[in-house]
Each structure stands twice: as structure tokens, then as C-alpha cells.
Nanobody
Framework: QVQLVESGGGLVQAGGSLRLSCAATGSIFIIVAMGWYRQAPGKQRELVARITNGGITNYADSVKGRFTISRDNGRNTVYLQMNSLKPEDTADYYC?????????WGQGTQVTVSS
């Protein structure tokens, strides 16, 4: 079992920045990748960014060049640095971990970008 706890969401003006954090506890040794998804009202949940244990990253086209995912293995924490935020980035952001062929999810943190 893996538990994920997110923090760092909030309200920011367009063009601003936020950093999301996700701390993993439990059977962290079986985690092979961690990432962030988001879900806006009335839309499907979508991948924002992901990082593997080997440090390979991938991003949604809509956030490339603006968002950066990173991982602190010592603290079992993954971060999402979000710069140049746009109103269309407004969503609930969920941390995700792939471990033991299962997907684990955090409770979500809300990000609101005002125009």
C-alpha cells in the first residue's frame, strides 16, 4: 500500500507560479513512477506530468515549457513547479503513483488561476 498526500494548491493570478508537493509513505520501495494529473469541472482527468524512478519525464503538450516535475527520493516526495499559469490550468490536481502494478491516488489539491 502507498499513501500520497498533496499540498501547495491555491489561488493565483494569471502569470503567477505555484509549487505542488506530494509525499509518499508506505511501500514506497515498489513505486516505479509518480506523476500529476488534473481534472477541470466537466472534463476528464488528464496527465500533466510524470517522472520515473530513472528520472525520465514526460509532460502534456499544454504545460511543456511552463511546468517542471521533479523528485526528491530521499524525502519520497515529488514536486510540480508551475510557472506562467493560465486560467485554463484551473483544476483539481491529483498525485499519482504506480507501484506493484497498481495506481495510487492522493486526495487532490485545488489550483485556481484568475485572469
Amino acid at each position: 500500500q502507498v499513501q500520497l498526500v498533496e499540498s501547495g494548491g491555491g489561488l493565483v493570478q494569471a502569470g503567477g507560479s505555484l509549487r505542488l508537493s506530494c509525499a509518499a509513505t508506505g511501500s514506497i520501495f515498489i513505486i516505479v513512477a509518480m506523476g500529476w494529473y488534473r481534472q477541470a469541472p466537466g472534463k476528464q482527468r488528464e496527465l500533466v506530468a510524470r517522472i520515473t524512478n530513472g528520472g525520465i519525464t514526460n509532460y502534456a503538450d499544454s504545460v511543456k515549457g511552463r511546468f517542471t516535475i521533479s523528485r526528491d527520493n530521499g524525502r519520497n516526495t515529488v514536486y510540480l513547479q508551475m510557472n506562467s499559469l493560465k486560467p485554463e490550468d484551473t483544476a483539481d490536481y491529483y498525485c499519482n503513483a504506480i507501484a506493484g502494478a497498481r495506481a495510487y491516488w492522493g486526495q487532490g489539491t485545488q489550483v485556481t488561476v484568475s485572469s
